[in-house]
Nanobody, 113 residues
Framework: VQLQASGGGVVQAGGSLTLSCSAS????????MGWYRQAPGKQREWVAT???????RYADSVKGRFIISRGNARNTVYLQMNTVKPEDTAVYYC????????WGQGTQVTVSS
């Protein structure tokens, strides 16, 4: 199973960016998909997760600004990042859960002030 994250880049503070993640090599649907991030010199932290459209959870630091959603294709997840701040700069990792955790390789997001 491989999770491939994409969509990172450089964005100005106040702007928007959408990250994508898709899992390959898995026949069944991942029960939970989500996003974590790791800033330089800091531990990896949870950003958002969802199991279905009615069950979405966000870290306080991104609540009201980021939106997590799952795509129509099986085992895809998106993270719409709005009103980004310099403190959102990090490597963003997607995660999938089905009996165990699966991780993608990460995509760099840099927010310039």
């Amino acid at each position: 199973v491989q999770l491939q994250a994409s969509g990172g880049g450089v964005v100005q503070a106040g702007g928007s960016l959408t990250l994508s993640c898709s899992a390959s090599g898995m026949i069944r649907s991942l029960r939970v998909m989500g996003w974590y991030r790791q800033a330089p010199g800091k531990q990896r932290e949870w950003v958002a997760t969802m199991t279905n459209a009615r069950d979405k959870r966000y870290a306080d630091s991104v609540k009201g600004r980021f939106i997590i959603s799952r795509g129509n294709a099986r085992n895809t997840v998106y993270l719409q990042m709005n009103t980004v701040k310099p403190e959102d700069t990090a490597v963003y990792y997607c995660q999938g859960v089905l009996g165990r955790d699966y991780w993608g390789q990460g995509t760099q997001v840099t927010v310039s002030s």
